[in-house]
C-alpha cells in the first residue's frame, strides 16, 4: 500500500501517527521513546480504534434510519484472538500502521505479539460466532453477538511430564483498548427468591417473583469491523457486578467476611468458562451463567426495542434472535417471563413472538453434551422461570396427545421436563420457529436420532445451515504469503466473494505458480518450525511433511487413532526394517476439558509416544511428534498455513461439522479423514481424488454396535495392529509403567468402545500409506493443494451468513442509500 498519494503523505498514515502521539501524551504523560512496550501497543490500538469507533456510530446511525430489523447472535463463546492485527486489516490500514512502527524504531510484529488472545472460548463453537460476526458486519447485516465477558476465559494449558496442567488466563489484566464499558446501560438479573401467589383484578392468576436477589450486568462493547471498514458491528459482553459493593444488610448484620464472600460469588459469573459441572456448585454456576447471559440480552433488545417502537406487535418483525447451541436456551422462559410479567401480554400473544423470535443451532449429538438441570436447582435458582417451563411444557403434551394420541413414548421424549430435569435442547427446539444442524449429515442425524418426534410435530422448522470461517481472518490475515499470491493470479475479489477462487483452476498446470505455491508453504513451515522450538524445545524439520491435528481433545474426534498410527509406523520402522516412503512431522494441538481424564490421558500418551520416537535414533529421521501447548487462535494462524496434512478423523455421525476442516485445506493442506461432518461436502467440492477418505459410515458404526463390537477380532486377526496395542500396554511408551495407560487400552479393547477405533485402525493406516505415496510426487500434491484452496468457495462463513439472512432471520443489509431509495418508492 502506497504511503504517498502524488506526494502527500496518506491520511491514514498521519491519522495513526498522530493518535499514537496523543494517547501517549495526554493519557500516560510519556513520549514515544519514554514508553514502554505494552504502553506503545496501547497507544497503536487506541489510534487504529478511533476510526473503528466512528464507523460504528455511523453504521449504528443507518440502522436507527432505516428501521432496520436487527440480529442478536448469543453464545457462551466467542474465540476472537487478537484485535489489532485483524482490524488492521479490514480496515485497510495494516500496512500503514507498519510502516509507522518502523519509522519509530519498533518492530512492528513484536509489538503485536504482546496483545493476548481475548479469552472468550474454548473450540470450534466459539470460533464459529466469531467468524459469523466479521461475515455479519462485512456484508453489512445489522448483527450483534451477545456474550459473558469471561476475565479468565477457560485456561492456560501448559504441560509437566506430558500432563496437562491448568493455570488462569489472566488476559485482561491491565484491561483492553479494545472493550468500552457502557455502566449507563447496565442491568438487573433476578435470582434465587420466591414466589408470591396472587390474583389480578379479573381473578387471573397472577404469580410474583419476590425476595430475589439482585446481579448487576455490566455490558462493554468490543467493536467488530466488516472488510473495508464500512460497517462495524459489536460484540457486546456482559461483566457480573454485586448489587452493591457489598450486601449491605450482610454487612451491618456485622458479618463483614460474609459480605466480602457474597460479593465474590456474585462476581464469580463471569469469571470463568465452563466450571465444572461434576458437582452441585459448579452446575448451580454454570446455570446461573447461562441465564445471566440472556437475561442481559433480552433486557437489552427489548430496551433497544422500545426506543422506537411502542407495542410488541412488530417485535418479530424487527428482532431475530439466534441460540448458538443449548446454553442460551433459556431465553425461552426469560422471554415469556418479560413478556407476560412486565408487558402483559396475553400467553398465547407473548408464545406466538416468542417461537418467531428466536431460533436454535444444534452443534451436537452426542448425550452428555445435551444439557440438563435439575428440577429443583430451577426451582431455586429461578423458581418463576420453573414455573413458566411447566406451563410450556403442559402445553407441548397437550398437543402432542391431541395430534398423537396414546403415543405415551414420544410424550416422555419430547418433554421439557421428562424425569425430573430440565432438558435444554427439548427447551430451544420447542420455543424456535427455526432449528438448524451445521452439515448436512448431522441436521438429518438431528431429524432422524437427536429429535425425531420434534421432526414429526415441526417438520417446517427443521433446516440445515452447513458451517463456514471467513476468509479474511483464514487466509487473508492468518496466511499473508499465499493471499498475495492470489491476488497476483486472479485480483482481489476473492475476499468477499470466496467463489472467486475458482479461477485458480486454470493454474494448475502453471508450473511457475505451483514452485511460488510450494515457496509460500515451505515459508509457513519454517515459521511453524520456529515456533515450535520456542514453545516445545522439539526441533522439526520444514523438508518433512506436516501433518496436523489440532482440536479440542475428545474421544470421538480420535486423537487415539492418530497415536496408534505412529504407533505401528514406529515398529515398521524398529522390528520391520521398513524404510518410510517419506519423513513426517505430527503436530497436535488441542485442550482438554479439566475433568476430562481419559482425554487428559491422550494427552499424556502423544508426549511419551513422542519422547520415544524423537530419541530413537532409528526413527527420528523419519518421525518426529509433537504438542504444541495452549492451542488458541494465534497459535492456530501459524499453525493452518503450515499444515500439509489435516487429520479429520472423528467417527463417523459424531461430528457435527468442524471448521479446521475448512481453515486448513483452504490454506491448501489435504484432508484425511471419515465420511462425517463437513468432510462429506469438503469431499464433494474438491473430488475424492484430492481428499483421503477412510472408514466405517455412520450407518455401519451403528450397525457394528448394534451387532457387538469385539475389538478383540481385529486385533488377533492383525499382527501389526495387536503389536501396536500391546506395546503400550507392555510400558514400551512409558519407561516400563505398565499401568498408567491401562485406562486407555481397557477402553480400546472393549466392546463398549463406541468410537470404534481398532474397527477404522487398519483402514486408517493404509490410507496413510496411500498419503506417502501421493506426497512423494511433489508436483502432484501442488496440483491437488491449488485443487482444495480453488474450491473452498462454499465454505466462507458469507456464504453461511446469507443463508441464515435469508431463510430464518429475515434480516437485509442496511447499506448506504437503502433509506433514501425506500423512501423514494414511498413518495412514488
Request: net charge negative; proline share 4%; with cysteine.
Amino acid at each position: 500500500m502506497q504511503r504517498t498519494i502524488n506526494g502527500v503523505e496518506r491520511v491514514a498514515t498521519v491519522q495513526l501517527r498522530d493518535g499514537i502521539e496523543s494517547f501517549l501524551r495526554f493519557s500516560k504523560g510519556r513520549l514515544w521513546r519514554e514508553a514502554s512496550q505494552r504502553e506503545r501497543l496501547q497507544a497503536l490500538s487506541v489510534a487504529v480504534r478511533r476510526p473503528a469507533l466512528d464507523a460504528m456510530r455511523e453504521s449504528e446511525r443507518r440502522y436507527r434510519e432505516q428501521d432496520a430489523k436487527r440480529l442478536y447472535y448469543l453464545s457462551m463463546e466467542f474465540l476472537m484472538g487478537r484485535a489489532l492485527g485483524n482490524n488492521l486489516m479490514n480496515l485497510g490500514i495494516y500496512d500503514d500502521a507498519r510502516s509507522v512502527i518502523a519509522e519509530l524504531g519498533v518492530d512492528f510484529d513484536e509489538l503485536q505479539n504482546l496483545e493476548p488472545d481475548a479469552a472468550l472460548g474454548n473450540g470450534g463453537l466459539g470460533r464459529l460466532a466469531a467468524c459469523f460476526l466479521d461475515s455479519l458486519a462485512t456484508l453489512d447485516y445489522p448483527g450483534f453477538g451477545c456474550g459473558i465477558n469471561y476475565e479468565f476465559g477457560l485456561f492456560r494449558q501448559t504441560f509437566v511430564n506430558g500432563f496437562q496442567h491448568e493455570k488462569p488466563d489472566h488476559w485482561l489484566e491491565g484491561g483492553s483498548p479494545w472493550l468500552i464499558e457502557r455502566i449507563d446501560e447496565a442491568v438487573i438479573v433476578p435470582v434465587y427468591g420466591t414466589i408470591a401467589h396472587a390474583n389480578d383484578k379479573s381473578g387471573a392468576y397472577a404469580p410474583e417473583w419476590v425476595d430475589y436477589k439482585v446481579i448487576i450486568g455490566v455490558p462493554h462493547d468490543m467493536p467488530i469491523v466488516g472488510y473495508g471498514g464500512k460497517t462495524v458491528n459489536v460484540l457486546r459482553l456482559y461483566s457480573a457486578r454485586s448489587s452493591d459493593e457489598f450486601d449491605i444488610g450482610i454487612f451491618n448484620a456485622g458479618d463483614y467476611i460474609r459480605a466480602v464472600q457474597h460479593k465474590i460469588s456474585t462476581e464469580a459469573i463471569s469469571k470463568i468458562l465452563y466450571p465444572s459441572d461434576q458437582v452441585q456448585s459448579g452446575r448451580e454456576l454454570r446455570l446461573l451463567q447461562e441465564y445471566f447471559l440472556v437475561s442481559c440480552a433480552v433486557r437489552d433488545i427489548i430496551n433497544r426495542y422500545k426506543e422506537t417502537h411502542e407495542s410488541f406487535d412488530d417485535f418479530a418483525k424487527k428482532v431475530a434472535i439466534q441460540m448458538n447451541d443449548t446454553h442460551p436456551s433459556l431465553m425461552v422462559p426469560e422471554l415469556m417471563r418479560i413478556l407476560v410479567d412486565e408487558e402483559h401480554l396475553a400467553w398465547e400473544h407473548a408464545w406466538s413472538i416468542t417461537v418467531d423470535t428466536l431460533g436454535y443451532t444444534n452443534h451436537t449429538l452426542l448425550p452428555e453434551a445435551l444439557e440438563k438441570y435439575p428440577r429443583e436447582l430451577i426451582e431455586r435458582v429461578l423458581p418463576r422461570h420453573l414455573q413458566i417451563v411447566r406451563e410450556i411444557d403442559r402445553r407441548l403434551v397437550a398437543e402432542v396427545e391431541h395430534r398423537f394420541p396414546g403415543d405415551a413414548g414420544m410424550i416422555q421424549r419430547v418433554s421439557v421436563l421428562a424425569d425430573h430435569q430440565l432438558h435444554m435442547s427439548n427447551l430451544a427446539i420447542v420455543g424456535s420457529h427455526s432449528v438448524n444442524g451445521v452439515a448436512v449429515l448431522h441436521s438429518e442425524l438431528v431429524k432422524e436420532t437427536l429429535a425425531p418426534d420434534f421432526f414429526k410435530l415441526y417438520p417446517e422448522r427443521f433446516n440445515n445451515k452447513t458451517n463456514g470461517v471467513t476468509p479474511r481472518r483464514w487466509l487473508l490475515y492468518s496466511n499473508r504469503p499465499l493471499a498475495g499470491l492470489i491476488s497476483n493470479a486472479i485480483g482481489d475479489e476473492w475476499i468477499r466473494n470466496l467463489d472467486e477462487l475458482r479461477q485458480l483452476e486454470h493454474f494448475v498446470n502453471d508450473s511457475a505458480l505451483l514452485e511460488r505455491l510450494d515457496g509460500v508453504k515451505r515459508r509457513n513451515k519454517v515459521a511453524l518450525a520456529r515456533v515450535t522450538r520456542q514453545l516445545t524445545g522439539v526441533v522439526i524439520d520444514p523438508l518433512t511433511m506436516f501433518d496436523v491435528q489440532v482440536k479440542r481433545l475428545h474421544e470421538y474426534k480420535r486423537q487415539l487413532l492418530n497415536a496408534l498410527h505412529i504407533v505401528d509406523r514406529y515398529w515398521r520402522i524398529v522390528e520391520d526394517g521398513e524404510t518410510p516412503l517419506v519423513p513426517r512431522t505430527f503436530i497436535f494441538a488441542g485442550k482438554s476439558a479439566p475433568g476430562y481424564f481419559i482425554a487428559k490421558l491422550i494427552i499424556k500418551l502423544i508426549h511419551s509416544i513422542g519422547e520415544v520416537v524423537n530419541s530413537d535414533p532409528r526413527t527420528r529421521d523419519w518421525l518426529r511428534v509433537v504438542f504444541l501447548p495452549d492451542y488458541r487462535v494465534t497459535l492456530a494462524e501459524t499453525i493452518m498455513p503450515a499444515a500439509e496434512l489435516s487429520e479429520q478423523i472423528s467417527t463417523a455421525g459424531k461430528e457435527a461439522s468442524g471448521t479446521g476442516n475448512m481453515k486448513l485445506a483452504l490454506n491448501g493442506a489435504l484432508t484425511i479423514g471419515t465420511w462425517d461432518g463437513a468432510n462429506i461436502e469438503i469431499a464433494e467440492e474438491v473430488g475424492g481424488e484430492n481428499i483421503f477418505i477412510f472408514g466405517l459410515r455412520t450407518d455401519e458404526v451403528a450397525k457394528l454396535l448394534a451387532a457387538g463390537y469385539n475389538p478383540g477380532q481385529y486385533l488377533d486377526a492383525n499382527r501389526r495392529l495387536r503389536r501396536g496395542v500391546d506395546s503400550i500396554a507392555a510400558g514400551h511408551f512409558s519407561r516400563g509403567d505398565k499401568d498408567i495407560f491401562r485406562p486407555l487400552i481397557a477402553n480400546l479393547t472393549s466392546s463398549h468402545d463406541i468410537y470404534v477405533h481398532i474397527a477404522d485402525l487398519q483402514p486408517y493406516i493404509d490410507r496413510q500409506s496411500e498419503v506417502d505415496v501421493a506426497y512423494q510426487d511433489r508436483t502432484a500434491w501442488l496440483q491437488k493443494s491449488l485443487l482444495n484452496i480453488s474450491r473452498m468457495g462454499k465454505f466462507s462463513s458469507d456464504r453461511t451468513i446469507r443463508e441464515y439472512a435469508n431463510d430464518i432471520w429475515h434480516i437485509k443489509p442496511a447499506v448506504i442509500g437503502n433509506f433514501a431509495h425506500a423512501a423514494l418508492l414511498d413518495s412514488e
